[in-house]
């Protein structure tokens, strides 16, 4: 497996940004597909964004479609999340997550390798 570091979370107010860092340790990241995941208090776990080993192939969540841009440096084992225009409700402990394979999935499930998880909170 995989060993994954999230990283930038934070405080911010409603309408501002923050890039998340998901970095990559014991493998090289670029045969697997990754994705970042948020989940707050009292719900599930909700897929926020995946992407292909390549890049060239990105799956947002409806939620933040238009706003989130999930992105990858192989070189540097790292993969990011651009969050912009944020909302109270995009507050979350947000999720980097890893697997084998060429397909993308939304689904926890099909992911075997999780990181710790980084706070994000979004005031009003």
């Known amino acids: 497996q995989v060993q994954l570091v999230e990283s930038g979370g934070g405080l911010v107010q409603a309408g501002t940004s923050l890039r998340l860092s998901c970095a990559a340790s014991?493998?090289?990241?670029?045969?697997?597909?990754m994705a970042w995941f948020r989940q707050a208090p009292g719900k599930e776990r909700e897929f926020v964004a995946a992407?292909?080993?390549?890049?060239?192939?990105?799956s947002h969540g409806d939620s933040v479609k238009g706003r989130f841009t999930i992105s990858r440096d192989n070189a540097k084992n790292t993969v990011y999340l651009q969050m912009n225009s944020l909302k109270p409700e995009d507050t979350a402990v947000y999720y980097c997550a890893a697997k084998g394979g060429m397909t993308i999935t939304t689904k926890t499930s099909g992911f075997d390798s999780w990181g710790q998880g980084t706070q994000v909170t979004v005031s009003s």
């Open positions: 992407i292909d080993w390549s890049g060239r192939i990105r």
């Open positions: 014991g493998r090289t990241i670029g045969n697997y597909v």
